[in-house]
């Protein structure tokens, strides 16, 4: 599974959900009697092949997100329910959006403790292949670690520091600390290293080798750097930033101003995908063979 963190464009009409009926702040209705018994079918093929991996290669706290929320392999899950027992957990809620949504509505949604959601599920042809993030990317890559309260506040901070980076034009990097955490972020667990990026828990090739394969960097969390550092959009990652603990992205992320950073940085050129600095901890240095 490989996506933007949020819109690339204004332009709706490239994209494959129906923007129609969205309301001013891109938020649509569910309407679960819409779904069919091919997309139920499709996110239960997903959900029973990705589950067994969570065991193995996920971060305990989406495991025991997925178990709280009471999703399950049956059906595809209604955002009403799923809601009740979030909005308990961390006061966070999943709003339904037609896909990939205006990045300012992105960070407003963010700010305000709501997770957008597409509403759309993926072909059966694309099991292990999607351009844009479906209703299974975003539901089981996103939500159970908003059940997390140390996760879930970093999620609204990294809302709320959307208009800053807007003014200061390095939506870039932040957009950078978004893919190599949220969406592709590992972190060490007494059980050894584990992905949490939705990125790769909704993508089964990627989850296995995001923490097993000799061939990408494992690099531990830097701020900055990560913040420095392109990504790609169309391959599995060259690089995977390890957090020690879910503290230590909160912390980096409300604790920092980052307007200094931007000034310093937003235009300088940025650290390729693959490249290890010497100032850089090293966990894994890649092979880049596979
Ligand atoms: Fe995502």
């Given at each position: 599974?490989?996506?933007?963190?949020?819109?690339?464009?204004?332009?709706?009409?490239?994209?494959?959900?129906?923007?129609?009926?969205?309301?001013?702040?891109?938020?649509?209705?569910?309407?679960?009697?819409?779904?069919?018994?091919?997309?139920?079918?499709?996110?239960?093929?997903?959900?029973?092949?990705?589950?067994?991996?969570?065991?193995?290669?996920?971060?305990?706290?989406?495991?025991?997100?997925?178990?709280?929320?009471?999703?399950?392999?049956?059906?595809?899950?209604?955002?009403?329910?799923?809601?009740?027992?979030?909005?308990?957990?961390?006061?966070?809620?999943?709003?339904?959006?037609?896909?990939?949504?205006?990045?300012?509505?992105?960070?407003?949604?963010?700010?305000?403790?709501?997770?957008?959601?597409?509403?759309?599920?993926?072909?059966?042809?694309?099991?292990?292949?999607?351009?844009?993030?479906?209703?299974?990317?975003?539901?089981?890559?996103?939500?159970?670690?908003?059940?997390?309260?140390?996760?879930?506040?970093?999620?609204?901070?990294y809302?709320?520091?959307?208009?800053?980076?807007?003014?200061?034009?390095?939506?870039?990097?932040?957009?950078?600390?978004?893919?190599?955490?949220?969406?592709?972020?590992l972190?060490?667990?007494?059980?050894?290293?584990?992905?949490?990026?939705?990125?790769?828990l909704?993508?089964?090739?990627?989850?296995?080798?995001?923490?097993?394969?000799?061939?990408p960097?494992?690099?531990?969390?830097?701020?900055?750097?990560?913040?420095?550092?392109?990504?790609?959009?169309?391959?599995?990652?060259?690089?995977?930033?390890?957090?020690?603990?879910?503290?230590?992205?909160?912390?980096?992320?409300?604790?920092?101003?980052?307007?200094?950073?931007?000034?310093r940085?937003?235009?300088?050129?940025?650290?390729?995908?693959?490249?290890?600095?010497?100032t850089?901890?090293?966990?894994?240095?890649?092979?880049?063979?596979?």
């Amino acid at each position: 599974m490989v996506q933007l963190p949020s819109a690339p464009t204004q332009n709706a009409v490239n994209l494959r959900g129906n923007y129609a009926h969205a309301a001013a702040d891109y938020s649509v209705a569910q309407d679960y009697p819409h779904y069919t018994d091919d997309d139920h079918d499709i996110w239960r093929t997903l959900f029973t092949r990705q589950l067994p991996l969570m065991e193995k290669y996920g971060a305990p706290e989406v495991m025991a997100g997925i178990e709280v929320l009471g999703a399950s392999a049956d059906r595809i899950p209604e955002f009403a329910a799923v809601n009740e027992a979030l909005l308990g957990l961390t006061g966070w809620r999943i709003v339904a959006v037609p896909g990939l949504i205006p990045e300012q509505h992105f960070y407003a949604h963010l700010a305000g403790k709501r997770f957008p959601v597409s509403v759309w599920m993926r072909n059966r042809s694309e099991l292990d292949y999607l351009q844009e993030p479906d209703l299974f990317h975003d539901f089981f890559g996103h939500v159970p670690l908003l059940t997390n309260p140390t996760f879930a506040r970093f999620m609204q901070a990294y809302g709320e520091a959307g208009p800053k980076a807007d003014s200061h034009q390095a939506i870039k990097m932040l957009a950078r600390l978004y893919w190599y955490t949220v969406e592709f972020g590992l972190i060490q667990t007494p059980a050894g290293l584990r992905a949490f990026g939705a990125g790769i828990l909704s993508s089964k090739g990627e989850t296995v080798f995001s923490v097993d394969s000799p061939a990408p960097n494992r690099l531990g969390f830097d701020l900055v750097r990560v913040m420095r550092t392109d990504y790609l959009i169309d391959d599995f990652q060259k690089t995977y930033f390890v957090l020690d603990s879910f503290d230590q992205l909160f912390h980096a992320g409300y604790d920092t101003d980052f307007a200094p950073l931007y000034e310093r940085y937003a235009h300088e050129p940025a650290y390729s995908p693959d490249q290890v600095l010497l100032t850089d901890k090293v966990i894994t240095k890649g092979t880049q063979h596979r």
